[in-house]
């Protein structure tokens, strides 16, 4: 099992920028794949980005794209969301994922989850 613990979130003006952090726990980091997904309220828990276990391979929605980058430190057992020209419509619970082979788009795939951390973007 791996544990996931998620910070940086916060209240940040349109086109501002913040960086989330997820630690894990447990066993070997580098073993899974990581992803964020994002909740707004009233919306379903959509894929954002995603990183494959050795950070070669990333992975954008659209939305994000060219705006947020993931990145991972296997030897922190640390994955990033380095979050930039925020939007409003980017507001959303953030949460961190895991799980073991490969990144998917679909949450119900993933087996790991942080406890989210709530990112507010004013206009």
């Known amino acids: 099992q791996v544990q996931l613990v998620e910070s940086g979130g916060g209240l940040v003006q349109g086109g501002g920028s913040l960086r989330l952090s997820c630690a894990a726990s447990?066993?070997?980091?580098?073993?899974?794949?990581m992803g964020w997904f994002r909740q707004a309220p009233g919306k379903e828990r959509e894929f954002v980005t995603g990183?494959?276990?050795?950070?070669?391979?990333?992975y954008y929605a659209s939305s994000v794209k060219g705006r947020f980058t993931i990145s991972r430190d296997n030897a922190k057992n640390t994955v990033y969301l380095q979050m930039n020209s925020l939007k409003p419509e980017d507001t959303a619970v953030y949460y961190c994922?895991?799980?073991?082979?490969?990144?998917?788009?679909?949450?119900?795939?993933?087996?790991?989850w942080g406890q989210g951390t709530q990112v507010t973007v004013s206009s």
């Open positions: 994922t895991a799980r073991e082979v490969s990144t998917d788009y679909v949450p119900s795939v993933y087996p790991y």
């Open positions: 447990g066993r070997t980091f580098s073993s899974y794949a």
């Open positions: 990183i494959s276990r050795r950070g070669s391979i990333t």
